[in-house]
């Protein structure tokens, strides 16, 4: 069943926007709130909203990624969106 429709795709195969949400609230987090350190977490959460932004707009623009990398992508940025807040909070 094939549509136009790309909000549909997006249910399907990802939302470009919940990673970019989720890669975000990585830069806008310190380390030190969640590893008690800069280093390494700094380069962890970087490297995490890099890889992050950039499979957002694989999925935006090229609809050729596997089913498991928009999987595991999502998956990723629901869990940063969901804990990142309250860990932050507990700190």
């Known amino acids: 069943m094939e549509t136009d ?18 890669a975000e609230a990585l830069r806008g987090t310190r380390a030190e709130q969640i590893f008690g350190t800069r280093f390494p977490g700094e380069y962890v959460m970087s490297g995490i909203a890099r890889l992050l932004d950039s499979l957002a707009r694989e999925i935006r623009d090229n ?16 869990h940063v969106l969901a804990y990142l807040p309250k860990i932050g909070k507990q700190r």
């Open 5 to 22: 429709d790309p909000t549909n795709r997006w249910a399907i195969r990802g939302d470009p926007g919940r990673l970019m949400e989720a």
């Open 63 to 78: 609809d050729t990624l596997s089913h498991d990398v928009v999987s595991a992508a999502t998956e990723m940025s629901e």
